[in-house]
């Protein structure tokens, strides 16, 4: 059921054909699907205590590798056949392009380290190296260079750029919002020390006339105050003066100069501008959000949310599981995700209710449509007032509508009377009607 959320295998289809067409899926369809499906959650050919990654722990890796270095890698094992045996996540920020992405490079490098291998009748360069400490990282064992040729990893960027300066990588939202994030960290650390070591006191406590009470009296107040009145970790400490009397001078009126709320809003919701998301997905709730994010609620704004955000990322993952997984195991079926537009159902059965009120289809098309196979008036019935009414009116309109009566009273039809019989057989003896009627037949009056 592709209304419910999840993810289904289904058949690749021409351009020309039409899915609501599909009556049933053929038997050995099904089994090419359901070891494709067991293939994709078991993350390929794993024993159940191998120590490898299912589908959704796979997901969560390369989409966090992809937010945060705006690319995904895994690793495809493969047999001595070069059959897909499993994928597995590798570490995105260790994954670098060799100079070989250069088209010309096997004739600017003719005597180049990196050696050629073929797939599919043709020769390839090795593609992706492993970088450590600045290094292309080497097999502790062989002591050989980590290098992946273009089947054995697969290297996908979200966020492409055609910049030269770039070299390939893209630009991801990170290194977009670097400065941004980097004035949203300050201001939690500012607020953070205002309240774990805070030199800002409150106040000032002014004690007058303190020679009066000597050093002593002093010192006592002092330490009695730091002991009971302290903040955590002895933040706030209340610098204590000499003077005549005790004078209390407040020093902090309000902590507004300290939140700075509309300025971290501003960062959040730019924040969240660059990542396509409502900030109410993160708990924030704005008093200007519905001019910014829309006034028609919180309904729309998380399907604005869901259509700029959500959608293109499960067309990336789509792209990353055809490309890499599904075409390698059968290239005749396709991954989708379903119950992304969970309100499609409803629409398109407006839609279909609109075309049949309209008469540009039938009830019995809707019928099969829905059903997947030809309407049997004996055995099927459709309860809608308009099909009954249209189904009375050719009963008892049409051409078996006598037949009907008849039927239903138990008379027969005995057949409509010629009203030129009686006048016939009066005037059989009547030798000038017998003339007349020669006469008409031969003018061609009487046929």
């Known amino acids: 059921d592709e209304q419910k959320e999840g993810f289904t295998i289904r058949k690749k289809l021409s351009r020309f054909q039409d899915r609501n067409q599909i009556k049933e899926v053929p ?20 024993a159940k205590w191998d120590m490898h990654d299912d589908l959704f722990v796979f997901t969560a890796k390369i989409l966090r590798d992809s937010f945060t270095f705006n690319r995904s890698t895994f690793e495809l094992e493969r047999s001595m056949k ?45 593609r992706f190296c492993q970088i450590w400490n600045g290094q292309i990282a080497e097999n502790p064992i062989n002591k050989e260079q980590i290098v ?16 030269i300066w770039r070299n390939g990588y893209g630009v991801g939202e990170i290194e977009v919002l670097s400065q941004v994030i980097t004035w949203i960290l300050n201001g939690l650390q500012y607020n953070g020390n205002f309240f774990s070591q ?4 409150k106040g000032l406590l002014n004690v007058k006339n303190g020679d009066s009470g000597g050093q002593g009296v002093l010192n006592s107040l002092r330490q009695m105050w730091k002991s009971s009145i302290a903040g955590v970790q002895n933040s706030h400490k209340m610098p ?16 507004k100069d300290m939140e700075f709320q509309l300025w971290n809003e501003f960062l959040i919701m730019i924040t969240c ?77 407006e839609n279909d209710e609109k075309k049949v009120d309209k008469g540009f289809v039938s009830m019995e098309d809707m019928f099969e449509k829905y059903s997947h196979r030809k309407f049997n008036p004996d055995k099927d019935t459709i309860l809608n007032p308009v099909y009954w009414q249209a189904q009375q009116a050719k009963m008892f309109g049409g051409e078996g509508a006598n037949d009907a009566v008849d039927e239903m009273t138990g008379e027969p039809d005995e057949g409509a009377q010629n009203p030129f019989e009686d006048f016939d057989k009066s005037n059989e003896s009547n030798p000038i009607w017998d003339m007349t009627k020669q006469w008409m037949k031969e003018k061609e009056i009487l046929k």
């Not at 038997?27 to 794993?46: H, P, R, W």
């Not at 003066?241 to 009126?253: P, T």
């Open 27 to 46: 038997k050995n369809e099904q089994k090419t699907i359901e070891s494709i499906v067991d293939f994709l959650e078991a993350g390929g050919q794993n």
């Open 273 to 349: 501008s660059v990542f396509t998301i409502d900030p109410s997905e993160l708990g924030f709730q704005f008093k200007n959000q519905a001019q910014l994010f829309g006034e028609k609620g919180q309904k729309e704004r998380l399907e604005h949310s869901k259509d700029k955000g959500l959608k293109p990322l499960l067309v990336y993952l789509q792209k990353i599981f055809n490309k890499y997984i599904i075409s390698e195991l059968d290239d005749n079926f396709e991954f989708i995700f379903t119950g992304v537009d969970l309100d499609d159902e409803s629409q398109y059965l």
């Open 82 to 126: 070069n059959d897909l045996l499993r994928f597995i996540a590798i570490d995105a920020q260790t994954i670098r392009y060799l100079e070989t992405i250069d088209p010309y490079y096997k004739w600017k490098n003719p005597k180049s380290q990196f050696a050629e291998k073929k797939f599919d009748g043709r020769s390839y360069l090795p």
């Open 240 to 255: 204590v003066v000499e003077g005549l009397d005790l004078e209390w001078i407040d020093m902090q009126q309000s902590n």
């Open 148 to 163: 992946w040729y273009p089947w054995e990893l697969a290297f996908e960027t979200r966020n492409p750029a055609t910049d």
């Open 198 to 201: 805070g030199s800002n006191p």
